[in-house]
């Protein structure tokens, strides 16, 4: 690598605004070139490739490699710890980081229960991914809000005030302008959003009405998983029997605060894990193949107008075939959850 070189390398006169292999719409990948010099002799590919792009984490760049965006002397090159020869030609595509590509519009059908200029309320099925996150970085829930109107652009998180997880179902809020956003996130720290699901968990609880109260934290010992620890940020769950059958309950949870997994934590800590819950111990049951959980009531002040507003949706198919196994089959099954 030369000192002072310039790596950029123009388009060719027939790129026509994209790149073979370039999706379209995509924008066309800056490219960097250079010639090995003597003093990188024997260095390995990522740390020249640092050096050529040194606002690039060596991490992504690494990545760019796996996916075959650097070549050498016009061979492409995919192993980071290869040593590079003084005199071969390095080229490298700057390809945007994942991240960075994660905020777009992406048109998708929402199951709205309500909507004005100032809120959405909407019915989140399960496995939607509300937020861009390492492994989930397009097809999510804000990219969904970003086609769906102009201003969720402007807004930090595209509106989004609280969340569900991935294969947790049911109805959630968003607020549609910045005022809206700051009213929602005030009244859910003040506790005056009221948010209640439905949960099929292994066990029988010893009463039939109860309170968690625990601290939730990172789990030091898996860190993908959330667990009761000492320090951890306060919680507290509300948690009522509904019905009982085969060693599974039926049961209806309100939040009182909205810690990330708080009611799979919460009923794991009390040795009852949710139906299929397999990060918290939770074995498939009733035909669940995944968590047995759905946000089934949310009550709230309209951020605007104060006004009281309340929704309720039934659970999807899955889950409601899997509650009547333990509730009994017909409306008055559903209505034991839904009062």
């Known amino acids: 690598m030369q000192e002072g070189a ?31 010099g ?20 060596r991490s992504h760049l690494q990545h760019l490699l796996e996916l075959g965006h650097a070549q050498l002397d016009g061979v492409t090159a995919t192993v980071a710890s290869r040593r590079v020869r003084a005199g071969q030609r390095l080229r490298l595509e700057l390809v945007p980081t994942d991240e960075s590509r994660a905020f777009r519009p992406q048109p998708m059908v929402l199951d709205i229960l309500f909507e004005d200029e100032h809120l959405l309320v909407l019915n989140k099925p399960a496995g939607l991914v509300v937020h861009p996150a390492p492994g989930n970085w397009s097809g999510t829930l804000l990219n969904g809000l970003l086609a769906h109107h102009a201003g969720a652009a402007s807004l930090p998180r595209a509106g989004i005030v609280h969340r569900l997880d991935k294969d947790t179902s049911g109805v959630m809020m968003v607020g549609k302008t910045l005022p809206a956003v700051t009213a929602l996130v005030r009244d859910i720290a003040a506790r005056d959003v009221h948010r209640r699901y439905l949960a099929l968990a292994h066990g029988v609880p010893a009463r039939a009405q109860f309170s968690i109260e625990a601290p939730i ?15 951890g940020r306060p919680a507290r769950t509300d948690v009522e029997l509904l019905a009982e059958q085969d060693g599974i309950s039926a049961l209806s949870c309100m939040l009182h605060t909205g810690r990330t997994h708080q009611i799979r934590v919460h009923l794991a800590w009390k040795s009852h894990p949710l139906v299929a819950d397999a ?45 009547k196994q333990v509730c009994g089959a017909g409306a008055r099954a559903m209505a034991q959850g839904l009062h």
């Open 217 to 231: 934290g990172r789990d030091p010992a898996m860190r993908v998983r959330m667990a009761v620890v000492a320090g």
């Open 38 to 57: 003597t003093v990188l002799h024997g260095q390995r590919l990522d740390k020249v490739l640092v050096g050529m792009a040194p606002e690039f984490s």
């Open 6 to 36: 310039d790596y950029r390398e123009p388009l060719s006169a027939d790129a026509e605004g994209e790149e073979p292999g370039t999706a379209p719409g995509e924008p066309v990948p800056e490219v960097r070139s250079t010639v090995v």
């Open 279 to 323: 990060l918290y111990g939770g074995k498939p049951a009733l035909g669940m193949v995944r968590q047995a959980l759905h946000a089934t009531e949310l009550r709230l002040a309209h951020p605007a107008s104060r006004a009281p507003l309340a929704f309720a949706c039934l659970p999807p198919a899955d889950f409601q075939a899997a509650w």
